[in-house]
């Protein structure tokens, strides 16, 4: 098994920043990638991008693309989600999930941490 927790969120002014980070603890000697997801109020949970594993090569919706960076630190088995330039639409409940191989889905997710972005 693997345990995922997000932390990091908050309220920030629109064009603030705020950093994400997801601590991954238990078996995660497999991981193919480890992505970012977001849910907003009364909307489906969307893609906000994703690290992979191998050779640390990274990949953004365009909707926080040049504004959202993620980076990982392979020795604490963390990812972190750094958030600039942050537009009311970015309000979210962010989460952090892991995937094990390139044919599986995102097998574990956090619990998530809201961002609240006031314009």
């Known amino acids: 098994q693997v345990q995922l927790v997000e932390s990091g969120g908050g309220l920030v002014q629109a064009g603030g920043s705020l950093r994400l980070s997801c601590a991954a603890s238990?078996?995660?000697?497999?991981?193919?990638?480890m992505g970012w997801f977001r849910q907003a109020p009364g909307k489906e949970r969307e893609f906000v991008g994703v690290?992979?594993?191998?050779?640390?090569?990274?990949a953004y919706a365009e909707s926080v693309k040049g504004r959202f960076t993620i980076s990982r630190d392979n020795a604490k088995n963390t990812v972190y989600l750094q958030m600039n330039s942050l537009k009311p639409e970015d309000t979210a409940v962010y989460y952090c999930?892991?995937?094990?191989?390139?044919?599986?889905?995102?097998?574990?997710w956090g619990q998530g941490t809201q961002v609240t972005v006031s314009s």
């Open positions: 238990g078996r995660t000697f497999s991981t193919y990638a």
């Open positions: 999930a892991l995937r094990r191989y390139a044919h599986s889905d995102y097998n574990y």
């Open positions: 690290v992979y594993w191998s050779d640390g090569s990274t």
